[in-house]
């Protein structure tokens, strides 16, 4: 699912996949955001999260705040980490168990 949230000329493509309790407030497995920088530079990690709440409803944006994230497959312990065009984002609600 390719979701169009910004069609600014500087706006990248994301892919989001969800995994999951987010996978299920989403409603789908995976999608491609179109993401630009909330403030002058970079796209940040944190313009891609803004841009997932605002693709969604509330559903998501419950589970978002107790989610981890890796981008790219490497853990985003900063939200002002850079994100560039083709990077993939993975949300990751808490798992129990172990």
């Known amino acids: 699912m390719t979701v ?10 994301v892919r989001v996949r969800y995994f999951a309790g ?37 559903r998501l944006a419950s589970v978002v705040p107790a989610c ?8 985003v312990r900063d939200r002002s980490t850079s994100v560039d065009d083709g990077d993939e984002l993975d949300v990751l609600p808490p798992f129990a168990g172990g």
């Not at 989403?26 to 630009?36: F, I, N, P, Y």
């Not at 002058?40 to 944190?46: D, E, I, K, L």
């Open 4 to 13: 169009q949230f910004d069609d600014t000329p500087t706006a990248l493509a």
């Open 22 to 58: 987010a996978r299920a407030a989403a409603g789908v497995a995976e999608e491609t955001l179109r993401v630009s920088a909330g403030s002058p530079g970079p796209v940040r990690a944190s313009d891609v999260i803004d841009a997932v709440l605002g693709a969604h409803d509330e």
């Open 68 to 75: 981890s994230f890796l981008l790219n497959g490497v853990a």
